[in-house]
Every structure is written in C-alpha cells, then in structure tokens.
C-alpha cells in the first residue's frame, strides 16, 4: 500500500502540486511579500492571501504586512482542513474514490511508452508502482508528483494552511472553510480518465526533463517576493493549453463557488483571513477578477 503521508500531502496540496496554475493579473506589483488583497465595507474587514501548500522549511516569507493582518482576523478561512483529523478521515474516501473497483490496473489504463515511464520515475524515487497498480491515474499522478516535491526539500508542514492554522488555534482564532476533504478528492476523481491519464504523462516528463525542479525554485522565489506575473510566466500556461479541463475544475469552478461564500462573510461583521492558493487570486478567471465583477472594490498588494 502507498505511503498515506505522502498521499494526504498531495490531496492537501492541490493547486500547488497538481495544477501548477496561477491566472494572469495585470495590476498586481511585485511587493515586499506574497500577495495580499484587502476588501472592506463598513462593518467588515476581508484579507486575502495567496498560499504555496508545500515550502522549503528556510524559505522566509512572514513580514510585519501579513503577520498584522492575519492577526486582526477573528476567523481564518482556509480551502479545506488540514489537520490529521481530517486526514485520517479522507483515507477511506480514497480508497473509495481512488481505487478501481473494476478490478482494472493503472498499467492496463496507459500506454506502453507511458508504462515504461511511469515505472522508471516512480522506482528513482524508491516508489514500487506495483503498489500503485490498483488506483486510478490521478491518485498516481499526485503520489509521483508530491513524492518528488519533498525529494527537492519541500515539506507539507511549512506550507502555509499548515503553519497559520497552527497559530490560529494558539491564538483562539475561529477556523472556516470553503471546502471538504470529500469535494477536494471530487476534483481529481470526477476527472474524466483520459485527462487523469494526460496529466500523469505530462507530469511524468516534467518530472524527467527537469521543468519541475525548475518550476519549483522560481516558483517559490517569486511567489514570497509577490511577484504575481513572473508566477504567471511560471506556472499557468501548461495547464490551461494543454489541460484545460483541469484548469477549469481546479481553479474557475471552485472560484465561482468561493464568490458567493466571500461576499456572505462581508455581508456579517468583523474582521476575515481568507488563504487559499495563490493559482486561485489572479486574473479574469480568478476569485479577485470574479469578485470585482461583482462590483466589489478591492485593493491589491
């Protein structure tokens, strides 16, 4: 059986580690930090943040900015929860979503040059993919991705959700979320097969000709400098050419279902500390641009 810790690390880090993906936006500067964002009327006060879900631990990205406002925040809204409670939780809804319980193999649902790849990739990484054999490509897809990942120096608890969530509940904070463990997996699993089998190959020889090794450093550097169109430069184009199904249920549909939950919160009182991924917070397509076409005026870092 695949290592859980790796897997839960994947499901945790979905846009991150799955869709490399942040959307174009023009107005944002680079600022001395990672983005943030600031909407406000005249009982309620909303930041929000853009996350990385899995970092390198010396990477230093905290600044008297964000520290503040994160501190004023009588409740903090992330994705989806990350603590081990609900990762022991999601383990049985992967078993049911991530398994084929048709009894098919992962190697009978790739092609051969596919296969081959696959099992070389997966054994540099000390990954048996006989192990792998009774899932479905996007469980495989994140396994092989997040292992690598944490191969380069990356860990799941310097990520943001993980460390702000920590110091939420230190400082009594109330924690919301926009989504649950179980929607999250819908994502990946509601893929239709042929673009869980794309974005495995795709991964696969990003993997091997160095592109994420690559991606990931400039990643980082320009994301904690908050420099939104390098990201962009980075980290979007491939998804959204060459899976665009991915893109648009991993970044526009869950941002239309977020609009709605942002504008409740501004609709009560007090002050909010959204963080989400940071794919989620640019461009036409993004819950910023979604938002301002409401109407809402907000003001960029």
Same mark, same amino acid.
């Given at each position: 059986?695949?290592?859980?810790?790796?897997?839960?690390?994947?499901?945790?880090?979905?846009?991150?580690?799955?869709?490399?993906?942040?959307?174009?936006?023009?107005?944002?500067?680079?600022?001395?930090?990672?983005?943030?964002?600031?909407?406000?009327?005249?009982?309620?006060?909303?930041?929000?943040?853009?996350?990385?879900?899995?970092?390198?631990?010396?990477?230093?990205?905290?600044?008297?900015?964000?520290? =503040?406002?994160? /501190?004023?925040?009588?409740?903090? +809204? @992330? $994705? &989806? %929860?990350?603590?081990?409670?609900?990762?022991? *939780?999601?383990?049985?809804?992967?078993?049911?979503?991530?398994?084929?319980?048709?009894?098919?193999?992962?190697?009978?649902?790739?092609?051969?040059?596919?296969?081959?790849?696959?099992?070389?990739?997966?054994?540099?990484?000390?990954?048996?993919?006989?192990?792998?054999?009774?899932?479905?490509?996007?469980?495989?897809?994140?396994?092989?991705?997040?292992?690598?990942?944490?191969?380069?120096?990356?860990?799941?608890?310097?990520?943001?959700?993980?460390?702000?969530?920590?110091? =939420?509940?230190? /400082?009594?904070?109330?924690?919301? +979320? @926009? $989504? &649950? %463990?179980?929607?999250?997996?819908?994502?990946? *699993?509601?893929?239709?097969?042929?673009?869980?089998?794309?974005?495995?190959?795709?991964?696969?020889?990003?993997?091997?000709?160095?592109?994420?090794?690559?991606?990931?450093?400039?990643?980082?550097?320009?994301?904690?400098?908050?420099?939104?169109?390098?990201?962009?430069?980075?980290?979007?184009?491939?998804?959204?050419?060459?899976?665009?199904?991915?893109?648009?249920?991993?970044?526009?549909?869950?941002?239309?279902?977020?609009?709605?939950?942002?504008?409740?919160?501004?609709?009560?009182?007090?002050?909010?500390?959204?963080?989400?991924?940071?794919?989620?917070?640019?461009?036409?397509?993004?819950?910023?641009?979604?938002?301002?076409?409401?109407?809402?005026?907000?003001?960029?870092?």
């Amino acid at each position: 059986m695949m290592n859980n810790k790796i897997l839960r690390a994947g499901i945790f880090g979905v846009t991150a580690l799955a869709s490399f993906a942040l959307a174009p936006f023009a107005t944002a500067q680079q600022a001395d930090g990672p983005a943030l964002w600031h909407l406000s009327d005249e009982d309620s006060d909303i930041y929000i943040f853009g996350t990385i879900h899995i970092l390198p631990p010396e990477l230093e990205w905290r600044n008297a900015r964000i520290d =503040a406002a994160f /501190a004023s925040a009588d409740t903090v +809204y @992330f $994705e &989806t %929860p990350s603590d081990e409670a609900a990762q022991q *939780a999601m383990q049985p809804l992967v078993m049911q979503l991530g398994l084929n319980h048709d009894g098919r193999t992962l190697s009978s649902m790739l092609d051969e040059e596919t296969n081959i790849q696959f099992q070389r990739v997966a054994g540099s990484m000390g990954l048996p993919a006989a192990n792998l054999e009774p899932f479905k490509p996007w469980v495989a897809s994140l396994t092989v991705t997040v292992t690598y990942i944490r191969s380069l120096g990356h860990d799941p608890s310097s990520g943001v959700e993980q460390v702000l969530t920590a110091e =939420a509940v230190s /400082a009594g904070q109330s924690i919301g +979320y @926009f $989504e &649950t %463990p179980e929607q999250q997996l819908h994502f990946f *699993a509601d893929m239709p097969e042929d673009v869980q089998v794309e974005a495995l190959s795709l991964g696969l020889g990003q993997i091997e000709d160095g592109t994420v090794a690559e991606m990931m450093t400039h990643m980082d550097e320009s994301w904690a400098s908050g420099d939104i169109a390098a990201m962009n430069s980075l980290m979007n184009d491939d998804m959204r050419d060459e899976t665009p199904e991915f893109y648009e249920a991993l970044i526009v549909n869950r941002n239309r279902n977020w609009v709605g939950q942002v504008e409740e919160i501004l609709e009560g009182s007090g002050t909010a500390f959204i963080a989400v991924g940071a794919g989620h917070l640019a461009g036409d397509d993004s819950l910023i641009g979604m938002l301002r076409a409401r109407g809402l005026e907000i003001s960029g870092s």
